[in-house]
Nanobody
């Protein structure tokens, strides 16, 4: 499956952005979808995951209550709504597709990755 992330940009602290990740090539609803991010000089880290049907989500503690992951299987797209953004949210954000039944917070659970979209939060 091919993944194309979009929606990144520059936003002030306290602002909002919505990232999108469009999938093509395979049956989108077969895959668990995750969001990860990599800040400058740091390792990539888990942000959020949503199950195949969209009814179950899990978040990193650092974004819980501020970010919301959702998906539209009819549009083959997963979203990450980011509110109350902080400068420490600055990173390249990646979407990824993986098989069900594997740890959603682990990078190794995901077979397909998008190219990343840069989010910069200014103070």
């Amino acid at each position: 499956v091919q993944l194309q992330a979009s929606g990144g940009g520059l936003v002030q602290a306290g602002g909002s952005l919505r990232l999108s990740c469009a999938a093509s090539g395979r049956t989108f609803s077969d895959y668990v979808m995750g969001w990860f991010r990599q800040a400058p000089g740091k390792e990539r880290e888990f942000v959020a995951v949503i199950n195949r049907g969209g009814g179950t989500t899990t978040y990193a503690n650092s974004v819980k209550g501020r970010f919301t992951v959702s998906r539209d299987n009819a549009k083959n797209t997963v979203y990450l709504q980011m509110n109350s953004l902080k400068p420490e949210d600055t990173a390249v954000y990646y979407c990824a597709a993986g098989s069900a039944g594997l740890p959603g917070a682990s990078e190794s659970s995901y077979r397909y990755w998008g190219q990343g979209t840069l989010v910069t939060v200014s103070s």
